[in-house]
């Protein structure tokens, strides 16, 4: 028997620390050798991989992924299921997602809901998976499940600041961060100021203004703003680490890195739609623009993107997530048009479903743009969530007898002839892309999940299968946690 099942030889390694030229053996699911290239000319393989030239990267890891979720954001329901978002995912060269399971108001339990997000998507996966828990009713019994879903490998949660279906008020939000603490789980948060944007949306109606592109008018940087600083107050209250999702405004990540500057636990991230959109992409002719819609909103030029940018590196954002949140455009029951209906024959942008597709062209966006240090990329792109979540070294690492084997192989530099992204590319079940006609310069070649390739662009495409997925039960974060070991006292105040 050979002592490999696959070896890819002669490409760049590019871990969150450094770039080496190397070889890797995988036998099994698991990275058995990292060497120095011609290390494994000797050694006895199943198969073999030149990669020579090319990028090797550890798989994504897309740690904000919406998927078969029922209407939370207006009307819309999810247009990808598990099966359709993964497979998205890995012919991106992401490998895992971990995706919400969401708690509805009426419910008081959350184990309920794990155990009905883990019935949609057992056997349906092509990616790793796992589950962020959304706590939309923080009950005592909820709050009460917390060790349950540690036990269940749950060491994340996400909140809301607004939307009547999901938000919590800030005692709410201090009972979870409380419980959070005190079992170790991170708690993610969604944070824009409600009222400010009820407010907004008011004065749009009582001047006749419902076209998509007042959603952006209606959601503005101060809402934000506000609520990212509320957030952090509140995580610096009780000193339990947080993530703020989805980071738009450069003003917010100002205050994100100040915060951190103090030492505080406060992680951050941004995505795509806010280094590549703008909201002139919501005043696009006709409804159009429906299709750039979601929350919060891109913001106002390349000014915002530069500010994003840097913000990726200086290490005030960890992660680089999708946020995919997929509704079809043109369906008018479950999709963006679902906000066209008798009273608003043209639509009204606070009815149009918020969010937009983008696990598969994530990675192959911020590898186009070359505006990261590889060593960058692959550390927010994959590394730091796989810490953030309580999945490293398994992911997001080449440790040897440790990590999974989670291979992106990209094209060698200049192999890939520039071309326009069109939708029908894509492997979501979406009807059309934010990014359609971008210019893309690279994308994946290979994706290797736990040592079989599921993705070859040049040679069959999609060549992984529906189950090849497994949950992933995860552990601690390794990242920045609470400041204090003993427990949040209030005569401490
Ligand atoms: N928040 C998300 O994280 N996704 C879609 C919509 C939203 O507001
Ligand atoms: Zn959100
Ligand atoms: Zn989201």
Known sequence: MAEYDLLVINGLVVSAEDIREADIGIKGDMIAAVTTRGGLDNASTAKTINAEGAYITPGGLDAHVHLQEPPLFGKGSSADTFETGSRSAICGGTTTVIVFAPQQKSEDTLLATLDATHAKADGKCYSDYSFHLLVANPSENALAEFPALRKAGISSLKIYMTYAALQLNDGQILDVLLAARQHGITTMIHAENNDLILWMTAQL?????????????????????????????????????????????????????????????????????????????????????????????????????????????????????????PFLYDDNQTGKKSCIDDDYPEGHFKYIPNGCPGVETRLPLAMSAGRL?????????????????????????????????????????????????????????????????????????????????????????????????????????????????????????
């Open 373 to 493: 240090e590889m060593t960058k990329f692959v550390e927010v792109t994959s590394t730091n969530a796989a810490k953030l979540y309580g999945l490293y070294p398994r992911k997001g690492a080449f440790v040897s007898g440790e990590s999974d084997a989670d291979l992106v192989i990209w094209y060698p530099e200049g192999k890939l002839e520039p071309f326009g992204l069109k939708n029908e590319m894509l492997h979501h079940n979406v009807d059309y892309t934010p990014y359609e006609g971008k210019t893309l310069n690279q994308w994946p070649r290979y994706t290797i999940l736990r040592g079989r390739v599921v993705w070859d662009r040049d040679n069959g495409g999609l060549v992984g299968k529906a189950g090849d997925g497994q949950f992933l039960h995860r552990g601690s974060s390794v990242l920045k946690g609470s400041l204090s070991d003993e427990p949040w006292d209030v005569r401490g105040f």
């Open 205 to 325: 109606e009582k001047r006749k203004m419902f076209q998509p592109k007042y959603h952006a008018t209606s959601h503005p940087a101060m809402a934000e703003i506000e609520a990212t600083y509320r957030a952090i107050c509140l995580s610096e209250f009780i000193d339990a680490p947080i993530l703020l999702v989805h980071i738009s405004s450069p003003a917010a990540a100002k205050h994100i890195k100040q915060a951190q500057d103090r030492g505080l636990p406060i992680h951050a991230e941004t995505c795509p739609q806010y280094l590549f959109l703008t909201k002139h992409d919501l005043d696009k002719p006709g409804f159009e623009g429906a299709k750039c819609v979601c929350s919060p909103p891109p913001r106002e030029s390349e000014a915002d993107h530069e500010g994003i940018w840097q913000g990726l590196e200086d290490g005030t954002f960890t992660v680089l997530s999708s946020d995919h949140c």
